[in-house]
Protein backbone atom coordinates (compact mmCIF):
# COMPACT_ATOMS: atom_id res chain seq x y z
CA UNK A 1 0.00 0.00 0.00
CA UNK A 2 1.56 3.45 -0.97
CA UNK A 3 2.20 5.91 1.40
CA UNK A 4 -1.11 8.63 1.81
CA UNK A 5 -0.39 11.89 0.91
CA UNK A 6 -1.50 15.16 2.04
CA UNK A 7 -1.51 18.39 -0.69
CA UNK A 8 -1.30 21.65 1.08
CA UNK A 9 -3.10 24.27 -1.95
CA UNK A 10 -4.29 27.51 -2.16
CA UNK A 11 -3.61 31.22 -2.82
CA UNK A 12 -0.53 33.04 -2.08
CA UNK A 13 0.44 33.94 1.46
CA UNK A 14 -2.44 31.85 2.73
CA UNK A 15 -0.34 29.77 4.98
CA UNK A 16 0.41 27.34 3.59
CA UNK A 17 4.07 26.95 4.08
CA UNK A 18 3.38 27.56 7.99
CA UNK A 19 0.65 25.14 8.28
CA UNK A 20 3.57 22.31 6.68
CA UNK A 21 6.36 23.30 8.68
CA UNK A 22 3.84 23.37 12.07
CA UNK A 23 2.72 19.69 11.30
CA UNK A 24 6.43 18.71 10.75
CA UNK A 25 7.69 20.22 13.09
CA UNK A 26 10.60 21.99 11.71
CA UNK A 27 11.38 24.51 8.81
CA UNK A 28 10.93 22.31 5.92
CA UNK A 29 9.42 25.48 3.67
CA UNK A 30 10.41 28.84 3.05
CA UNK A 31 8.08 31.25 4.54
CA UNK A 32 8.39 34.51 3.94
CA UNK A 33 5.76 37.96 3.28
CA UNK A 34 7.05 37.42 -0.46
CA UNK A 35 3.85 35.95 -2.73
CA UNK A 36 5.52 33.21 -4.58
CA UNK A 37 8.41 31.99 -2.38
CA UNK A 38 7.07 27.91 -2.51
CA UNK A 39 6.89 27.39 -6.21
CA UNK A 40 8.31 23.33 -6.55
CA UNK A 41 6.07 20.84 -4.63
CA UNK A 42 7.87 20.49 -0.82
CA UNK A 43 7.44 17.06 0.83
CA UNK A 44 8.15 15.86 4.06
CA UNK A 45 7.29 12.77 5.74
CA UNK A 46 5.67 13.17 9.42
CA UNK A 47 3.53 10.57 11.90
CA UNK A 48 0.23 10.92 13.32
CA UNK A 49 -0.55 9.48 16.33
CA UNK A 50 -3.38 7.64 17.18
CA UNK A 51 -5.74 10.42 18.83
CA UNK A 52 -6.38 8.32 21.80
CA UNK A 53 -2.47 7.41 22.55
CA UNK A 54 0.05 5.08 21.09
CA UNK A 55 -1.63 2.45 22.40
CA UNK A 56 -5.00 2.61 21.43
CA UNK A 57 -3.50 2.38 17.87
CA UNK A 58 -0.70 2.64 14.95
CA UNK A 59 1.08 5.66 14.27
CA UNK A 60 0.31 6.59 10.61
CA UNK A 61 3.16 7.45 8.38
CA UNK A 62 1.90 10.71 5.75
CA UNK A 63 4.05 12.37 2.77
CA UNK A 64 2.89 16.06 3.45
CA UNK A 65 2.82 18.22 0.13
CA UNK A 66 3.27 22.11 -0.19
CA UNK A 67 2.83 23.41 -3.31
CA UNK A 68 3.02 27.28 -4.72
CA UNK A 69 0.65 29.63 -4.32
CA UNK A 70 -2.07 29.64 -7.20
CA UNK A 71 -2.15 32.45 -10.00
CA UNK A 72 0.73 33.89 -7.97
CA UNK A 73 2.25 35.55 -10.73
CA UNK A 74 -0.62 36.81 -12.32
CA UNK A 75 -3.42 38.14 -9.40
CA UNK A 76 -1.38 41.82 -10.52
CA UNK A 77 -0.97 41.78 -13.86
CA UNK A 78 2.24 41.02 -15.55
CA UNK A 79 5.19 40.08 -13.37
CA UNK A 80 8.76 40.17 -14.03
CA UNK A 81 11.50 38.29 -11.98
CA UNK A 82 14.62 40.92 -11.21
CA UNK A 83 16.20 40.54 -14.38
CA UNK A 84 13.06 41.13 -16.62
CA UNK A 85 11.96 37.83 -17.22
CA UNK A 86 9.00 37.64 -17.78
CA UNK A 87 7.43 34.85 -15.35
CA UNK A 88 4.01 34.08 -17.16
CA UNK A 89 5.22 30.67 -18.21
CA UNK A 90 5.96 29.93 -14.30
CA UNK A 91 3.27 30.86 -13.42
CA UNK A 92 1.52 27.71 -15.64
CA UNK A 93 4.25 25.93 -14.67
CA UNK A 94 3.38 26.18 -10.87
CA UNK A 95 0.16 25.25 -11.44
CA UNK A 96 1.27 22.55 -13.31
CA UNK A 97 3.33 21.28 -9.73
CA UNK A 98 -0.24 21.98 -7.89
CA UNK A 99 -2.37 19.90 -10.23
CA UNK A 100 0.72 16.48 -9.93
CA UNK A 101 0.11 17.28 -5.82
CA UNK A 102 -3.86 17.43 -6.12
CA UNK A 103 -3.81 14.46 -8.23
CA UNK A 104 -1.67 12.26 -6.30
CA UNK A 105 -3.28 13.07 -2.75
CA UNK A 106 -5.93 11.28 -0.55
CA UNK A 107 -6.76 14.23 0.99
CA UNK A 108 -6.38 18.11 -0.29
CA UNK A 109 -6.18 20.83 2.71
CA UNK A 110 -7.39 24.33 0.88
CA UNK A 111 -5.95 26.68 3.21
CA UNK A 112 -8.16 29.87 3.70
CA UNK A 113 -6.42 32.95 5.93
CA UNK A 114 -9.02 33.32 8.19
CA UNK A 115 -7.79 36.58 9.07
CA UNK A 116 -8.08 37.87 5.56
CA UNK A 117 -11.27 36.42 4.90
CA UNK A 118 -12.79 34.91 1.64
CA UNK A 119 -11.14 36.56 -1.64
CA UNK A 120 -11.88 36.33 -5.14
CA UNK A 121 -8.96 34.31 -5.61
CA UNK A 122 -10.38 31.57 -2.65
CA UNK A 123 -13.85 31.58 -4.68
CA UNK A 124 -11.78 30.75 -7.62
CA UNK A 125 -9.84 27.94 -6.37
CA UNK A 126 -12.86 26.52 -4.63
CA UNK A 127 -14.92 26.17 -8.14
CA UNK A 128 -11.74 24.53 -9.84
CA UNK A 129 -11.53 22.04 -6.83
CA UNK A 130 -15.22 21.10 -7.29
CA UNK A 131 -14.75 20.99 -10.84
CA UNK A 132 -12.02 18.72 -10.74
CA UNK A 133 -10.03 20.71 -12.44
CA UNK A 134 -6.73 23.67 -11.43
CA UNK A 135 -4.99 26.00 -13.83
CA UNK A 136 -4.55 25.88 -17.55
CA UNK A 137 -2.37 22.48 -17.59
CA UNK A 138 -5.44 20.63 -15.28
CA UNK A 139 -7.70 21.89 -17.71
CA UNK A 140 -6.56 21.05 -20.86
CA UNK A 141 -5.17 17.57 -19.43
CA UNK A 142 -8.59 16.63 -17.74
CA UNK A 143 -8.33 12.29 -17.71
CA UNK A 144 -4.70 12.74 -18.21
CA UNK A 145 -2.47 11.14 -15.36
CA UNK A 146 -0.44 13.39 -13.44
CA UNK A 147 3.12 12.95 -12.84
CA UNK A 148 3.24 12.02 -9.03
CA UNK A 149 6.37 12.46 -7.46
CA UNK A 150 8.82 9.94 -8.73
CA UNK A 151 7.66 6.44 -9.09
CA UNK A 152 4.15 7.17 -10.72
CA UNK A 153 1.46 5.86 -7.68
CA UNK A 154 -1.59 6.41 -9.81
CA UNK A 155 -4.51 3.23 -9.91
CA UNK A 156 -2.89 2.59 -6.46
CA UNK A 157 -5.48 3.07 -4.02
CA UNK A 158 -5.96 6.56 -4.59
CA UNK A 159 -9.45 7.86 -4.11
CA UNK A 160 -11.03 9.40 -7.60
CA UNK A 161 -13.30 12.25 -6.77
CA UNK A 162 -11.49 15.21 -5.79
CA UNK A 163 -14.27 17.15 -3.99
CA UNK A 164 -14.82 14.77 -1.66
CA UNK A 165 -10.98 14.52 -1.00
CA UNK A 166 -11.00 18.58 -0.88
CA UNK A 167 -11.35 19.75 3.22
CA UNK A 168 -10.40 23.91 4.04
CA UNK A 169 -8.11 24.81 6.58
CA UNK A 170 -8.99 27.89 8.41
CA UNK A 171 -4.84 29.72 9.01
CA UNK A 172 -3.93 31.77 11.13
CA UNK A 173 -6.77 31.54 14.01
CA UNK A 174 -4.68 32.57 16.85
CA UNK A 175 -7.17 32.23 19.40
CA UNK A 176 -10.87 31.59 20.18
CA UNK A 177 -12.02 35.02 19.08
CA UNK A 178 -10.99 33.61 15.34
CA UNK A 179 -12.94 30.78 15.09
CA UNK A 180 -16.30 32.55 14.41
CA UNK A 181 -14.70 34.26 11.73
CA UNK A 182 -13.41 30.28 10.15
CA UNK A 183 -16.67 29.05 10.42
CA UNK A 184 -17.69 31.24 7.75
CA UNK A 185 -15.45 29.41 5.42
CA UNK A 186 -17.90 26.90 5.36
CA UNK A 187 -19.13 28.79 2.27
CA UNK A 188 -16.81 27.79 0.05
CA UNK A 189 -18.44 24.25 -0.13
CA UNK A 190 -16.12 21.56 1.21
CA UNK A 191 -17.86 20.95 5.01
CA UNK A 192 -17.14 22.01 8.16
CA UNK A 193 -13.52 23.74 8.12
CA UNK A 194 -10.63 22.43 10.40
CA UNK A 195 -8.48 24.82 12.29
CA UNK A 196 -5.41 26.41 12.94
CA UNK A 197 -2.75 28.58 14.00
CA UNK A 198 0.57 27.79 13.00
CA UNK A 199 1.99 30.83 14.74
CA UNK A 200 1.04 29.80 18.43
CA UNK A 201 -0.06 25.82 17.36
CA UNK A 202 -3.12 26.83 18.17
CA UNK A 203 -5.54 23.67 17.51
CA UNK A 204 -3.08 21.65 16.26
CA UNK A 205 -4.00 19.06 17.69
CA UNK A 206 -7.06 18.98 16.80
CA UNK A 207 -5.99 19.42 13.60
CA UNK A 208 -3.78 16.30 13.34
CA UNK A 209 -6.14 14.14 15.06
CA UNK A 210 -9.34 14.92 12.46
CA UNK A 211 -6.51 13.95 9.55
CA UNK A 212 -5.80 10.64 11.63
CA UNK A 213 -9.19 9.73 11.39
CA UNK A 214 -9.56 10.68 7.57
CA UNK A 215 -6.52 8.58 6.58
CA UNK A 216 -6.72 5.14 5.54
CA UNK A 217 -5.79 2.46 7.94
CA UNK A 218 -2.54 1.81 7.91
CA UNK A 219 -1.72 -1.43 5.37
CA UNK A 220 1.32 -2.91 4.74
CA UNK A 221 4.19 -0.35 6.06
CA UNK A 222 6.00 1.67 3.65
CA UNK A 223 9.48 2.19 4.16
CA UNK A 224 10.08 5.73 6.13
CA UNK A 225 13.95 6.30 5.51
CA UNK A 226 15.39 5.87 2.25
CA UNK A 227 18.49 3.93 1.12
CA UNK A 228 20.13 6.48 0.06
CA UNK A 229 19.89 10.44 0.25
CA UNK A 230 21.66 12.37 -1.93
CA UNK A 231 21.96 16.54 -2.07
CA UNK A 232 22.50 18.16 -5.69
CA UNK A 233 23.66 21.81 -5.19
CA UNK A 234 25.05 24.49 -7.80
CA UNK A 235 25.20 27.55 -9.23
CA UNK A 236 21.85 29.24 -10.61
CA UNK A 237 20.81 27.05 -13.94
CA UNK A 238 23.22 24.16 -13.47
CA UNK A 239 20.71 22.04 -14.62
CA UNK A 240 19.64 20.43 -10.72
CA UNK A 241 15.85 20.33 -11.14
CA UNK A 242 16.57 18.93 -14.71
CA UNK A 243 18.38 16.49 -12.80
CA UNK A 244 16.00 15.50 -10.64
CA UNK A 245 13.38 15.51 -12.88
CA UNK A 246 15.76 12.88 -14.91
CA UNK A 247 16.76 10.88 -12.04
CA UNK A 248 12.83 10.33 -11.00
CA UNK A 249 11.78 9.70 -14.31
CA UNK A 250 8.89 12.23 -13.80
CA UNK A 251 8.64 16.40 -14.28
CA UNK A 252 9.19 16.57 -10.55
CA UNK A 253 10.85 19.95 -10.21
CA UNK A 254 9.51 23.06 -12.38
CA UNK A 255 12.48 23.75 -15.04
CA UNK A 256 12.97 27.14 -16.76
CA UNK A 257 15.39 29.31 -18.17
CA UNK A 258 14.65 31.69 -15.32
CA UNK A 259 17.38 31.88 -13.18
CA UNK A 260 16.31 30.70 -9.27
CA UNK A 261 13.42 29.47 -10.35
CA UNK A 262 13.73 26.88 -7.19
CA UNK A 263 13.53 28.32 -4.21
CA UNK A 264 13.35 25.46 -1.40
CA UNK A 265 15.04 22.47 -0.86
CA UNK A 266 12.71 20.04 -2.16
CA UNK A 267 13.01 16.55 -0.86
CA UNK A 268 11.77 14.03 -4.22
CA UNK A 269 11.35 10.43 -3.32
CA UNK A 270 11.52 7.30 -5.76
CA UNK A 271 12.62 4.37 -6.27
CA UNK A 272 15.35 2.76 -8.48
CA UNK A 273 15.92 -0.95 -9.21
CA UNK A 274 13.91 -1.87 -5.53
CA UNK A 275 15.96 0.89 -3.71
CA UNK A 276 14.69 3.97 -2.15
CA UNK A 277 16.34 7.24 -3.28
CA UNK A 278 15.48 10.77 -1.65
CA UNK A 279 17.20 13.82 -3.87
CA UNK A 280 17.03 16.94 -2.21
CA UNK A 281 17.12 19.27 -4.70
CA UNK A 282 18.56 22.68 -3.91
CA UNK A 283 18.01 26.42 -5.23
CA UNK A 284 20.50 27.53 -7.26
CA UNK A 285 23.15 29.91 -5.53
CA UNK A 286 25.01 33.01 -6.61
CA UNK A 287 27.54 35.27 -4.56
CA UNK A 288 25.88 37.23 -1.29
CA UNK A 289 26.10 40.38 -2.43
CA UNK A 290 24.03 39.30 -5.60
CA UNK A 291 21.26 38.82 -2.83
CA UNK A 292 17.77 40.55 -3.92
CA UNK A 293 16.01 39.24 -0.66
CA UNK A 294 15.53 37.29 2.45
CA UNK A 295 14.35 34.06 0.41
CA UNK A 296 17.68 33.79 -0.82
CA UNK A 297 19.18 34.13 2.31
CA UNK A 298 16.79 31.33 3.72
CA UNK A 299 17.43 29.12 0.57
CA UNK A 300 21.19 29.40 1.42
CA UNK A 301 20.71 27.50 4.57
CA UNK A 302 18.74 25.10 3.34
CA UNK A 303 21.24 24.65 0.60
CA UNK A 304 23.56 23.77 3.95
CA UNK A 305 21.19 21.71 5.65
CA UNK A 306 20.63 19.69 2.67
CA UNK A 307 24.80 18.78 2.77
CA UNK A 308 24.02 17.97 5.99
CA UNK A 309 21.25 16.06 5.77
CA UNK A 310 22.82 13.79 2.39
CA UNK A 311 24.77 10.48 2.64
CA UNK A 312 26.23 11.78 -0.95
CA UNK A 313 26.62 15.25 -2.23
CA UNK A 314 26.15 15.48 -6.47
CA UNK A 315 28.10 19.26 -7.08
CA UNK A 316 25.98 20.22 -10.14
CA UNK A 317 29.09 22.19 -12.72
CA UNK A 318 27.89 24.07 -16.16
CA UNK A 319 30.23 23.15 -18.95
CA UNK A 320 28.78 26.03 -20.75
CA UNK A 321 30.41 28.11 -18.50
CA UNK A 322 33.76 28.77 -16.34
CA UNK A 323 33.96 27.87 -12.71
CA UNK A 324 32.83 30.97 -10.39
CA UNK A 325 32.98 31.69 -6.68
CA UNK A 326 29.85 29.86 -6.17
CA UNK A 327 31.60 26.68 -7.36
CA UNK A 328 34.80 26.91 -5.30
CA UNK A 329 32.66 28.22 -2.00
CA UNK A 330 29.92 24.88 -2.74
CA UNK A 331 33.30 22.39 -2.92
CA UNK A 332 34.38 24.34 0.51
CA UNK A 333 31.53 23.72 2.06
CA UNK A 334 31.14 19.94 1.00
CA UNK A 335 34.84 19.82 2.29
CA UNK A 336 34.05 21.34 5.66
CA UNK A 337 30.95 18.85 6.13
CA UNK A 338 33.08 15.81 5.29
CA UNK A 339 30.37 15.17 2.82
CA UNK A 340 31.04 12.45 -0.01
CA UNK A 341 30.83 14.67 -3.23
CA UNK A 342 29.99 13.51 -6.93
CA UNK A 343 31.54 16.82 -9.27
CA UNK A 344 28.79 16.44 -11.76
CA UNK A 345 29.73 18.14 -15.10
CA UNK A 346 26.42 19.23 -16.99
CA UNK A 347 25.86 19.97 -20.66
CA UNK A 348 28.96 18.36 -21.48
CA UNK A 349 27.57 17.47 -24.55
CA UNK A 350 26.02 20.85 -25.71
CA UNK A 351 26.49 22.64 -28.91
CA UNK A 352 26.25 26.03 -27.91
CA UNK A 353 29.30 26.88 -25.92
CA UNK A 354 29.69 23.81 -24.21
CA UNK A 355 33.23 22.98 -22.83
CA UNK A 356 33.51 20.19 -25.12
CA UNK A 357 33.32 22.18 -28.14
CA UNK A 358 36.47 25.05 -26.74
CA UNK A 359 40.06 24.53 -27.63
CA UNK A 360 42.93 23.54 -25.36
CA UNK A 361 46.46 25.70 -25.51
CA UNK A 362 47.26 22.82 -28.29
CA UNK A 363 44.53 24.02 -30.45
CA UNK A 364 42.83 20.87 -29.80
CA UNK A 365 39.15 20.28 -28.86
CA UNK A 366 38.95 19.97 -25.24
CA UNK A 367 39.12 16.13 -23.62
CA UNK A 368 37.41 14.97 -20.51
CA UNK A 369 40.90 14.46 -19.18
CA UNK A 370 41.37 18.18 -20.27
CA UNK A 371 38.35 19.16 -18.43
CA UNK A 372 39.18 16.73 -15.49
CA UNK A 373 42.88 18.75 -15.05
CA UNK A 374 40.60 21.92 -14.83
CA UNK A 375 38.73 21.31 -12.31
CA UNK A 376 41.17 19.49 -10.29
CA UNK A 377 43.35 22.32 -10.23
CA UNK A 378 40.47 25.00 -9.65
CA UNK A 379 38.79 22.81 -6.95
CA UNK A 380 41.86 21.26 -4.90
CA UNK A 381 40.56 20.38 -2.36
CA UNK A 382 38.57 17.89 -4.05
CA UNK A 383 41.30 15.70 -5.74
CA UNK A 384 39.56 12.81 -4.36
CA UNK A 385 36.25 13.10 -5.74
CA UNK A 386 34.86 11.09 -8.73
CA UNK A 387 33.85 13.49 -11.77
CA UNK A 388 31.16 12.65 -13.83
CA UNK A 389 30.20 14.05 -17.32
CA UNK A 390 26.65 13.85 -17.57
CA UNK A 391 23.45 15.50 -19.68
CA UNK A 392 20.51 15.86 -17.70
CA UNK A 393 18.56 16.88 -20.60
CA UNK A 394 19.82 13.82 -22.48
CA UNK A 395 19.61 11.03 -19.51
CA UNK A 396 23.61 10.89 -20.86
CA UNK A 397 24.98 9.06 -17.89
CA UNK A 398 22.10 10.00 -15.24
CA UNK A 399 22.09 6.44 -14.01
CA UNK A 400 25.39 5.76 -14.19
CA UNK A 401 25.88 8.49 -11.81
CA UNK A 402 23.54 7.65 -9.22
CA UNK A 403 24.66 4.01 -9.29
CA UNK A 404 28.24 5.97 -8.06
CA UNK A 405 26.09 7.73 -5.61
CA UNK A 406 24.89 4.21 -3.76
CA UNK A 407 29.25 2.83 -4.17
CA UNK A 408 30.11 6.17 -2.49
CA UNK A 409 28.06 5.65 0.57
CA UNK A 410 28.86 2.14 1.11
CA UNK A 411 32.85 3.31 1.10
CA UNK A 412 31.70 5.95 3.71
CA UNK A 413 29.89 3.38 5.59
CA UNK A 414 32.98 0.50 5.28
CA UNK A 415 34.43 -0.12 8.58
CA UNK A 416 37.82 -1.73 8.52
CA UNK A 417 39.44 -3.97 11.43
CA UNK A 418 42.32 -2.50 13.60
CA UNK A 419 44.63 -4.99 12.08
CA UNK A 420 44.48 -4.02 8.46
CA UNK A 421 44.93 -0.58 9.79
CA UNK A 422 47.62 -1.33 12.20
CA UNK A 423 49.06 -3.31 9.16
CA UNK A 424 48.46 -0.36 7.23
CA UNK A 425 50.33 2.27 9.64
CA UNK A 426 53.50 0.14 9.80
CA UNK A 427 54.11 -0.01 6.41
CA UNK A 428 53.74 3.90 5.55
CA UNK A 429 55.85 4.58 8.54
CA UNK A 430 58.58 1.97 7.56
CA UNK A 431 58.12 3.87 3.86
CA UNK A 432 58.07 7.50 4.57
CA UNK A 433 58.57 8.15 8.80
CA UNK A 434 57.29 11.51 10.37
CA UNK A 435 60.30 14.17 10.75
CA UNK A 436 60.88 15.78 14.03
CA UNK A 437 63.09 18.73 14.36
CA UNK A 438 64.84 17.30 17.96
CA UNK A 439 65.22 13.73 16.62
CA UNK A 440 62.89 11.91 18.38
CA UNK A 441 61.40 9.05 16.93
CA UNK A 442 57.69 9.18 16.61
CA UNK A 443 56.62 5.84 17.99
CA UNK A 444 53.12 4.19 17.26
CA UNK A 445 51.27 2.99 19.79
CA UNK A 446 47.81 1.68 18.10
CA UNK A 447 45.54 3.15 15.01
CA UNK A 448 41.65 2.66 15.23
CA UNK A 449 38.48 3.12 12.86
CA UNK A 450 36.21 5.08 15.31
CA UNK A 451 33.64 6.10 12.96
CA UNK A 452 32.06 6.01 9.63
CA UNK A 453 30.28 8.43 8.02
CA UNK A 454 33.05 9.90 6.75
CA UNK A 455 35.57 7.22 7.75
CA UNK A 456 37.34 8.24 10.81
CA UNK A 457 40.68 7.36 12.12
CA UNK A 458 42.45 7.92 15.10
CA UNK A 459 45.98 7.38 15.23
CA UNK A 460 47.91 7.32 19.01
CA UNK A 461 51.65 7.88 19.24
CA UNK A 462 53.98 9.48 21.96
CA UNK A 463 54.62 12.81 20.21
CA UNK A 464 51.41 14.17 18.30
CA UNK A 465 52.43 17.20 17.27
CA UNK A 466 55.74 15.74 15.26
CA UNK A 467 53.33 13.93 13.14
CA UNK A 468 52.73 17.67 11.44
CA UNK A 469 50.08 18.79 8.46
CA UNK A 470 52.27 17.46 5.50
CA UNK A 471 52.12 13.90 6.65
CA UNK A 472 48.97 13.71 7.80
CA UNK A 473 47.82 14.99 4.26
CA UNK A 474 49.80 12.21 2.69
CA UNK A 475 48.48 9.08 5.13
CA UNK A 476 45.40 10.43 4.09
CA UNK A 477 46.51 10.49 0.10
CA UNK A 478 47.99 6.63 0.88
CA UNK A 479 45.27 5.67 2.95
CA UNK A 480 42.69 6.03 -0.41
CA UNK A 481 45.35 3.55 -2.02
CA UNK A 482 45.12 1.06 0.91
CA UNK A 483 42.14 0.72 2.38
CA UNK A 484 38.52 0.99 0.45
CA UNK A 485 38.06 4.98 1.04
CA UNK A 486 39.37 5.57 -2.60
CA UNK A 487 36.15 8.30 -3.24
CA UNK A 488 35.22 9.98 0.13
CA UNK A 489 36.91 11.93 2.61
CA UNK A 490 38.63 10.56 5.68
CA UNK A 491 39.40 12.64 8.92
CA UNK A 492 42.48 11.81 10.69
CA UNK A 493 42.95 12.56 14.43
CA UNK A 494 46.28 12.15 16.00
CA UNK A 495 46.35 11.76 19.95
CA UNK A 496 48.66 10.88 22.42
CA UNK A 497 47.68 7.87 24.74
CA UNK A 498 45.75 9.05 28.14
CA UNK A 499 49.45 8.03 30.31
CA UNK A 500 51.92 9.85 28.14
CA UNK A 501 49.93 13.24 27.47
CA UNK A 502 52.26 16.08 27.64
CA UNK A 503 50.20 19.05 28.90
CA UNK A 504 53.26 21.22 27.87
CA UNK A 505 53.01 20.33 24.47
CA UNK A 506 50.13 21.04 21.99
CA UNK A 507 49.08 17.06 21.90
CA UNK A 508 46.27 16.94 19.65
CA UNK A 509 46.47 17.68 15.45
CA UNK A 510 43.26 16.94 13.37
CA UNK A 511 43.51 16.24 9.80
CA UNK A 512 41.96 19.62 8.12
CA UNK A 513 40.11 19.75 5.03
CA UNK A 514 39.42 23.43 4.10
CA UNK A 515 41.59 24.00 0.61
CA UNK A 516 44.09 26.48 1.98
CA UNK A 517 44.46 27.62 -2.43
CA UNK A 518 40.82 28.29 -2.38
CA UNK A 519 40.64 29.68 0.85
CA UNK A 520 43.91 32.25 0.20
CA UNK A 521 42.01 33.42 -2.83
CA UNK A 522 38.72 34.94 -0.76
CA UNK A 523 41.70 36.18 2.12
CA UNK A 524 40.40 33.77 4.68
CA UNK A 525 42.55 33.24 7.99
CA UNK A 526 43.09 30.24 9.87
CA UNK A 527 42.42 27.60 7.21
CA UNK A 528 43.25 24.57 7.02
CA UNK A 529 44.25 22.04 9.47
CA UNK A 530 46.08 23.64 12.52
CA UNK A 531 47.17 21.73 16.34
CA UNK A 532 44.52 22.75 18.52
CA UNK A 533 46.22 24.21 22.04
CA UNK A 534 45.16 25.10 25.37
CA UNK A 535 43.20 21.94 25.30
CA UNK A 536 43.06 19.01 27.90
CA UNK A 537 44.43 16.10 26.12
CA UNK A 538 42.27 13.53 24.05
CA UNK A 539 42.28 10.28 24.17
CA UNK A 540 40.22 7.25 24.49
CA UNK A 541 38.94 5.88 27.77
CA UNK A 542 41.22 3.56 29.74
CA UNK A 543 39.44 0.43 28.91
CA UNK A 544 39.47 0.68 25.31
CA UNK A 545 43.59 1.77 25.07
CA UNK A 546 44.65 -1.46 27.13
CA UNK A 547 41.97 -3.29 24.46
CA UNK A 548 43.51 -2.12 21.21
CA UNK A 549 46.92 -1.74 22.23
CA UNK A 550 46.75 -5.58 23.04
CA UNK A 551 45.20 -5.82 19.60
CA UNK A 552 48.32 -3.38 18.22
CA UNK A 553 51.04 -4.79 20.10
CA UNK A 554 52.13 -7.97 17.37
CA UNK A 555 52.64 -4.94 14.83
CA UNK A 556 54.47 -2.06 16.68
CA UNK A 557 57.58 -2.76 18.76
CA UNK A 558 57.58 -1.10 21.85
CA UNK A 559 60.61 0.07 22.20
Known sequence: MPMPRIAIVGRPNAGKSSLLNMMAGAK??????????????????????????????????????????????????????????????????????????????DIVLFAVDTQAGITPYDREIATLLREGRLGPAARKSQGKKGAGQGTSQKGKGRPKGLASRVRIVATKVDGPKWESHAQELAGLGFGQPLMCSAKNNY?????????????????????????????????????????????????RMIVSEIAGTTRDAVDVRFEQDGRSVVVIDTAGLRRKKSFQSMVEVYALERAKRAIDRADVVMLM????????QVDEQLAMMCQKEFKPVIIV????????????????????????????????????????????????????????????????????????????LNRTVRKLFEERPP?????????????????????????????????????????????????????????????????????????????????????AKRGAKNVGSATRTGEKPEGFEPEMDESMLDEASEYFDDE
Open 317 to 324: IDATVKLS
Open 435 to 519: SDKQGVRVKVYYVAQVGTNPPEIALVVNRPAAVGQAYQRYLINRFREELPFSEVPIKLNVRARRDDADPNEAPIAKSGVVNKKLA
Open 203 to 251: MRRELQDSLYEMLPKPGEPEKIHADLMVAIIGKRNAGKSTLVNALAGAP
Open 28 to 105: VSIVDPTPGVTRDRVATIIELDHPDGKEKGPRKPVELIDTGGFGVYTAEGARYDEVGEDLATLTADIETQIADAIESA
Open 345 to 420: VNKWDSDEGGARGKKNKKGEKVSPADYENYLRDELGGLTYAPIAFMSAKTGLNVKETLDLAFDMQEQARTRVTTGV
